[in-house]
């Protein structure tokens, strides 16, 4: 278990406030929550995410040209 100082990249808490099997892998909960993200997407067969932050994400990645007022997801 890795219990150090660097940062999950999902919540961004560290290894000695939430340890995870390894320095590069998430922490169990974002492990989690991104396994229910995926189920639910290919469930429901959405293609386009919108988080409470105002985030936008396509195909599971965060779109960086949604804003584009030119480009059309």
Not at 1 to 23: H, I, L
Not at 38 to 55: N, Y
């Amino acid at each position: 278990m890795y219990k150090g100082k660097s940062k999950c990249q999902g919540c961004g808490r560290d290894g000695a406030e939430r340890a995870r099997a390894s320095r590069l892998l998430l922490c169990p909960e974002c492990q989690q929550l991104l396994l229910f993200g995926v189920a639910v997407t290919e469930r429901s067969k959405a293609r386009l995410i919108v988080t409470a932050d105002g985030d936008i994400y396509c195909g599971g990645q965060k779109c960086g040209i949604a804003n584009d007022p030119g480009v059309r997801c």
